[in-house]
Every structure is written in structure tokens, then in C-alpha cells.
């Protein structure tokens, strides 16, 4: 009878547990239907994707030279000693070494940018991709194709491998990254929410990227060379299933609705977005230039040690941190002035380039490539957020193909140095390389002057935004309108349209204050384009 009563006492505490935790999972359903909650879901699962692709791309900076150089050690204990014809010996010892070392040091760098050329070139079709079927699916391919990549990197044994691993990353790259800051545009309409949010993805950016070399140099010489990527094979794999189990892109069935995106040729020849493309690609020659070949300029300049090469810029995320969370705020209060933060990035990039050769401490190289990391962070976020405006305002609110481009412009940038790089620091030196791409900022800065005219443009009102009454078509459609809505309720009084515009408009989207019109064109009523 007790053994009854028990029993029964059990499976009602059991049912009750399962009532529970169905009323939880039905909570954290409805609360992921809410916009709002899902995009700071997303917003996460966007930011990991990227931490996740520059942690693996810098994460071999310590461990695959050395790793290649353990192969080559291997492979030439078999040539050391070479038989005549007559049957005696010689060694080819010296010969051999140096050419073991050129063939290295070309080894290393051909594999350090097969990514980011592997990216480039497939940036044009993953965009236009991205554009024709939503963001979802084309960021699940993108994590998918990089837990590939970083498990084949921990198993590799040959360069031949090693090379496929790394290219590998690069086409995982060219969805991950164009769907992510993509769908971050799309999900925070608001300029205001579009810069943090954005400037939080570019914060992960450059974590992972100056946290990734001391992270793979420990795990590497205490653990092996597997460890490192196999954790970051397992953060790959979690945000994978955290991302079906919040978005599930296959339950979708209404991409054939879906807004039809400007092609990716007519933006790049957008003299604006251009201009935008330029600067991000200049911006990022510093540091894509510098990664490959300061470590050898410390080493005889310096007598630095193997810590402090490795720890090299790991000081400047600090920097970068700050640089993204004050160009949030400042442009939050002055969104017109997008373009001169953006120059001022690059006028201090430039400045901190061509002081790096002068300094003769660890300690002093520090601040250059602190300002470096400060004004990538101007530039970056100042920018990403205006090309997304720059679609706004001139094409179709469809964003794959031009953070396709985006991405591009960093492609080239990280393509280059380890090529170009130490060619330059071989045949011209360190301090003209570093005086070289000093110049070029500077240079380029004025550039951005075309565009501070680009927050006093207006979004062109196409039908699916004027026609209100009728029903949404489409997966954004339908979440922009919802969000329109609501934003409209809380700025139609205070006289600010509901795409960020900078300019004071009424409701049916018609320019009240401008004070270049013509008072015979102020009452006419003409529309501000």
C-alpha cells in the first residue's frame, strides 16, 4: 500500500515537472515570436559566427609555422646526404637549408591568404545568393562549411590538407560573414540600433582576432596542435544548433515573396558605396600588412622574445573596443557626421603606420598599433551601418550583395599582405612599407568628403512601403512592417521618419523645414529626393 501511495506520489511530481517544463519551453517559444527577442538571439548567434572565423583565422599565426617547419625537418632528414655516380658521398646540408627555408617561408604565406583569395572570389556569388533566398540559410552553410574547415585543420598531417582546410574557411567565411552583418541590418531598422548592433559584431570581430594567436600559441605547446581547433570546432557546432533550434530556416516557406535585391554590379558601380568599399580596404592595409611581417622586424630589431611576438596585439583590442563604443555614441547624436569620423579613423591610422619603425620597445610599439586598432574601429563603425543607409536610400532594403561587397574590401586587404607584404619588406624595407601605407590613409581621408551629404538623402518610397493597407509579402516584409508600425506611433509626433533620417519629415514622408527651398517651393509642397 505505502509502495502504491508512493509510487503515485512520484508520478504526480514527475507529471508536474513535465507541466512545468512544458509551460517554460511554451514561454521561451512565444517569447522567441517576439521581434524583438529574437533578434538579440540572432544578433548572439551572429556575433559567435564571426568570433568563431577570426579566431580560426588567426589562430594558426603561432602554430602553423612552426607545425610546417616540423614537416620540413622530417622531409629532409632523407636528402642530407646524396650518392655520386662513383659511389661516394656528399652532403648537400647548406644548399639544402636554404632552400628549404625560401620554399617555407612562400609555403606560409600562399596558405595564410588562399582564405581570404578563395573569399574574394566567392563573395560576388554568395552575395546575389544570399539576396535570392534570405540570410538563414546561406549563415547554416556558412557554419557549417567552417566546423569542416577546423576539424580538417586539427586532424591535418601535409601542407596539401592544410591548404584545403584554409580555403575551405574562406568559403565558409563568404556566407557566414556577408548573411550575419547582413541579417543585422535587416533586423535593426533603426540607425541608431543598426550602429550598436553592428559595432557589438565588430567588437567580437576583433576579439577573436587579437585573442586568437596567445590563445592557439598556449593550447598549442602545452596541449598539441589539435586542441585549439577542436575547441573552437565544438563553439562552432553549439551555435549551429542554437541557430536551428531559434530561426529554423527550413520551416519557411515564403522566400519565393521575397523582395528582389539590386545586383551586386549596379552597387559596386554606386559611386557612394564605392567610395564606402575603398576606405574599408584602406583601413584594413595596416594591420593585414603588418601581421605577417612584424613579428620577424621585433625579433631583429628588438631581440623581442617569443611572448611578446605572440602578445603583439593583443593590447590594441582595448582600444578597438573604445574606438567602436564612441563612434556609437557620437553617432547617435550627430548622424550626419558618419563621413568625418570615418576620415579621422583613417588620418590616425595613417599616423600611427608611419610611427611604428621609430619605436625600439616593446613598450613604445604598443601605442602605434593601439592608434592602428582605434581607427579601424572609427572607420568600420562608421561605415558598415552607412552602406547598409546607402541601399536604403538608393536601391532595394536587401542586404546580402552589398555587405558582399563589404566583405570583399577586407578580402583584398587580407589577401595581399601575406603576399605583397614581404616583398615590399625585402626589396624596399619595413619603414618604407610602414611610410607607404601611412600615406595611402591620409591620402585617401579626403575621399569620404563625397559623402557627407548621404544623411540628408530620403528613403524612395516604393510601393510595398506606401501601400500600408496591404497585406505583407515576404519573410522581411512582414517584420519590417510590424516594426513600422510601432515606430511610427512613437515618432509621428516628434517629426522623425522611421528609416533614421536625419532631416525632420511629416507623415506622408514630405520635407517640413528645409530651409534651401524656395518659399513658392515650400508651398507647393514638392517632395524632398
Known sequence: MNADVGSSGLARSAAVKLSEMGARTKQLGTAM???????????????????????????????????????ENEQSEHVHVVLRPNGSAYSNGTGAGRDTSNNLDVQIGVLFASKAILQLLVNPLSGTFIDRVGYDIPLLIGLTVMFLSTCIFAFAENYATLFIARSLQGLGSAFADTSGLAMIADKYTEEGERSRALGIALAFISFGSLVAPPFGGVLYEFAGKRVPFLVLAFVCLADGFLFLTVIRPFSNRTRENMPVGTPIYRLMIDPYIAVVAGALTVCNIPLAFLEPTIANWMESTMHSTQWQMGLTWLPAFFPHVFGVYITVKLAARHPNLQWF???LGLVIIGASSCT????????????????ICFGIALVDTALLPTLAFLVDVRHVSVYGSVYAIADISYSVAYAMGPVVAGQVVHNLGFVQLNLGMGLVNVLYAPALLLLRNVCQMRPSYSERDTLLEEAPQGLYDTIRMEERRTKKKKKKEKGYNSAGNCLPVDENGFDAFKAQRSQSEESSGTEFT
Do not use: S, W
Open 33 to 71: 515570436q517576439d521581434p524583438h527577442q529574437q533578434r538579440r538571439v540572432i544578433l548572439v548567434i551572429v556575433c559567435v559566427a564571426l568570433l568563431l572565423d577570426n579566431m580560426l583565422y588567426m589562430v594558426i599565426v603561432p602554430i602553423i609555422p612552426d607545425y610546417l617547419a616540423e614537416l
Open 341 to 343: 569620423y570615418g576620415a
Open 356 to 371: 611604428v619603425p621609430a619605436c625600439k620597445t616593446f613598450g613604445e610599439l604598443i601605442a602605434p598599433l593601439c592608434g
